[in-house]
């Protein structure tokens, strides 16, 4: 029994597999099915999820006398309200507490992580005895943070900028450019990465490979 359901499990994600690579011809009527097959199960199971969460953090909590919780569930009761005309102002006091909190949130942790930890990490040793490696590596992370970002600055030349700003503002579009394509290649090596593993995985199906 455990073999056929895994050999029906195999021969669906395979199906499932062609049927969306098939778009690459053109759109048709077995990419759709997939299409709608991915998106149904995907809302299907986030309902289930989102019903594990309620009993989890709503309902288990009233029942232990934790009857605060009520008040988040209020707030989140009230973007319902949306739905009608004569009520949909409710939803205000909803969205009001959500962009606040998040605001707030957000003001107390972006500076920190962004910009502060970045700041930090780029404090590196420019000189690193007997590694000329990490020596090379830290300066090139330094100085091209520092060009980079006095590209920004320094967008727009002034009529009489120096040789030095003129090199400086190269060297960070340079840098820029660079991490630019590094970034890119990395995404499509991604991608290229998991049709590698679909076609492995079709090929292992039918016993190709």
């Known amino acids: ?20 690579y098939s778009y690459l011809i053109k759109d048709n009527p077995l990419y759709r099915f997939a299409e709608h097959t991915t998106i149904g199960f995907g809302a299907a199971y ?23 919780i009520i008040i ?3 707030a989140g009761i009230l973007f319902y309200t949306r739905m009608s005309r004569k009520y949909a102002w409710l939803s205000r006091y909803a969205f009001a507490i959500l962009i ?9 942790v972006i500076p920190v992580s962004e910009f502060v930890v970045q700041i930090q ?4 040793p420019l000189i690193v005895p007997g590694d000329i490696v990490t020596t090379l590596s830290n300066v090139i992370l330094v100085t091209g943070s520092f060009a980079a970002f006095f590209f920004f600055i320094m967008s727009r030349l002034p009529a009489r900028a120096t040789p030095l700003v003129q ?3 190269n060297y960070g579009r340079w840098i820029i450019m660079i991490a630019m394509g590094s970034q890119y290649g990395n995404t499509v090596f991604a991608r290229l990465a998991y049709i590698i ?8 199906a039918l016993g190709i490979v």
């Open 46 to 68: 986030s309902i289930v999820v989102a019903k594990d969460r309620i009993i989890d953090l709503v309902w288990k909590p009233l029942l232990a006398g934790k009857y605060v």
């Open 72 to 74: 988040p569930v209020l």
């Open 100 to 108: 606040g909190v998040t605001s707030g949130y957000t003001v107390r």
């Open 167 to 169: 090199g400086v503002r």
């Open 121 to 124: 990490a780029t404090m590196l």
């Open 1 to 20: 029994m455990v073999d056929l359901v895994s050999s029906a499990g195999t021969v669906t994600a395979v199906l499932l597999t062609i049927f969306v």
């Open 197 to 204: 593993g679909r076609m492995a995985f079709i090929l292992g």
